[in-house]
């Protein structure tokens, strides 16, 4: 008889992976997938934060998908290690500071690792050939393939047809003839699929699932990294890059200020590290101030906080808050609008 | 059978998630594991983990800001 095989399935949320795991739990094989945490995942916890998403279903995507499959997942923490993939990418970047071919590289490579770890046989992605203009090319499939490490182990079930053949369908694993071979960006063939597999409702992340593929994101990371002379990061820095308006009035200060009160609520957690503003004589947002700002720095902040308190009052009152726990308060005067200068916001 | 905590407050998802994973790897059947959260996300979130694991949720609290759920481990 033979051994029953099993795959690792990087599943990312969305229909391509959902419908590749369908593909091959339907010819038999043992499948559960894997999924991983990055920190720029705009899955989940972004929702959670803002009061204007608060209605929305805070269902994880890729837990929910796995359960729609009938298979386990497995979330991995990859936050520390992904820190030189996007510091380093051997590949470079995409249209911002998306290091979408190494991204894709290290996370077939930690599915291969974890493959090997846990007696499993082959790897599947839902990649389709021309789909994404910076990873999903049939220029980079081999490269994923060779530079994971995960060689013919690596199976795509969406364009397989198209690639050459794999270890698992040269060993009758699976049918190749079962697969697919869908190319290019059109999604007609996958909602005809889902529809073919009774697979109505799935996710279709507007923008993308990563926070890199973002231009406004990837601006403040940007600044985060010019304004520190250094490129580097912890998670509490690109958790707070989600949330807030973010003004940089000069090079040694960051103002982040919460646009609702899901987002000041977040903020709120991080009151510890930061010297914090926020009204008391009218009602308002919460103000962290990332740098070391001096007192001018503070009343300059003060005043563009009062902005967005109670910009018709003639006077604010602001409590200041340092870190080591001092509180004082300033009267000010909002500033207007057209005072804050445009290059501020970040 | 014994009874185990996990603080996850001021973790967002899906980390709350993840850090149940690896506590649930150190049990054995039967244990219980308690975990306190904040984001209203692992409301779904630990639930959804727990039912394509195999595990059983016993009940979800909120209380405020704070969340408790209790689960009962199978393996």
């Known amino acids: 008889m033979n051994k029953p095989r099993k795959a690792v399935a990087l599943i990312s949320g969305g229909l391509d992976s959902m419908l590749a795991t369908k593909t091959i739990i339907e010819q038999g094989v043992h499948v559960e997938g894997i999924n991983f945490y990055t920190g720029f995942c705009v899955e989940g916890h972004t929702h959670a934060i803002r009061s204007k998403d608060q209605a929305k279903p805070k269902r994880n995507n890729a837990l929910w998908v796995a359960e729609q499959l009938g298979i386990k997942l497995h979330i991995i923490d990859v936050v520390e290690e992904y820190k030189n993939v996007l510091l380093k990418p051997k590949h470079g970047y995409g249209a911002h500071l998306n290091p979408c071919l190494d991204c894709k590289i290290f996370m077939v490579k930690k599915a291969k690792q974890w493959m090997e770890e846990n007696q499993f046989d082959f790897i599947i992605t839902g990649e389709v050939i021309g789909q994404r203009p910076k990873s999903q090319r049939k220029v980079t499939m081999p490269i994923i393939a060779e530079q994971s490490g995960a060689d013919d182990r690596l199976l795509r079930p969406m364009c397989a047809k198209n690639l050459p053949m794999t270890l698992p369908e040269r060993e009758g694993w699976v049918n190749r003839e079962l697969l697919h071979n869908f190319t290019g960006r059109s999604r007609k063939p996958q909602f005809e699929l889902a529809q073919q597999y009774g697979i109505k409702d799935y996710a279709q992340p507007a923008g993308g699932c990563c926070f890199l593929t973002n231009e406004h994101y990837s601006a403040k990371l940007a600044d985060l990294w010019r304004s520190r002379g250094k490129r580097e990061y912890e998670l509490d820095d690109i958790m707070l890059l989600k949330v807030g308006r973010h003004l940089r009035p000069q090079s040694h200060f960051k103002l982040i200020i919460g646009r609702d009160e899901g987002e000041c609520n977040f903020l709120e957690g991080y009151r510890s590290q930061f010297v914090h503003l926020r009204p008391t004589s009218h009602q308002g947002p919460l103000m962290l101030i990332d740098g070391e700002p001096g007192a001018e720095d503070i009343h300059l902040a003060a005043q563009v906080l009062a902005r967005y308190s109670a910009a018709e009052a003639d006077q604010v009152t602001v409590e200041v808050n340092s870190i080591d726990g001092v509180s004082w308060p300033l009267q000010i005067k909002p500033m207007l609008a057209e005072q804050i200068p445009q290059e501020w916001y970040v | ?75």
């Not at chain 2, 150190?26 to 984001?39: H, N, P, S």
Request: hydrophobic letters at 40%; glycine letters at 4%; proline letters at 5%.
């Open chain 2, 1 to 75: 059978m014994s009874h185990h905590q996990l603080d996850a407050r001021r973790l967002l998802c899906p980390m709350p998630v993840i850090k149940v994973q690896q506590k649930v790897k150190e049990l054995v059947d039967g244990d219980i594991l308690e975990v306190i959260c904040t984001d209203p996300g692992v409301l779904h979130d630990i639930p959804a983990w727990c039912r394509v694991h195999g595990h059983m949720l016993m009940s979800s609290e909120r209380e405020e800001k704070e969340i408790k759920l209790l689960l009962r481990v199978k393996k």
